[in-house]
């Protein structure tokens, strides 16, 4: 019984966001089931490439916490942890400030 107690496997890559955060965010928060919402964070389902060290890239949805998502726009790379034997369980495993320093494109520049 040993498998019941097992640990699950988890495997960290980098990941380029393929959709807008932003959009995904407006669009769910749109549904009425928001107007009075009192519940957990919700999160969200964003599409992802993951780019594993020694393996092909494969396409995925990632869950990221609503108060994530307006870092992610559209060739954002993140880091993300999968489970190897459901490559579509992917979520997001970064913290803002190293999302920022990997993508100078999402800080604004002074005038």
Known sequence: ??????????VKAFAEVLEDGRA???RE???PKYN???????????????QPENE????AKMKVSLTKSYLLIAGVRVQVAY????K?????DDDDQAILARNPQLIKKQA
């Open 88 to 92: 579509q369980d992917v979520t997001l």
């Open 56 to 59: 092909p890239p494969f396409e």
């Open 29 to 31: 928060m749109q549904k």
């Open 36 to 50: 009075e919402y009192k519940g957990a964070e919700p999160m969200l389902k964003i599409a992802v490439r993951v």
């Open 1 to 10: 019984m040993n498998f019941l107690f097992s640990k699950k496997q988890s």
């Open 24 to 26: 995904v965010l407006n």
């Open 83 to 86: 489970d190897p034997k459901k």
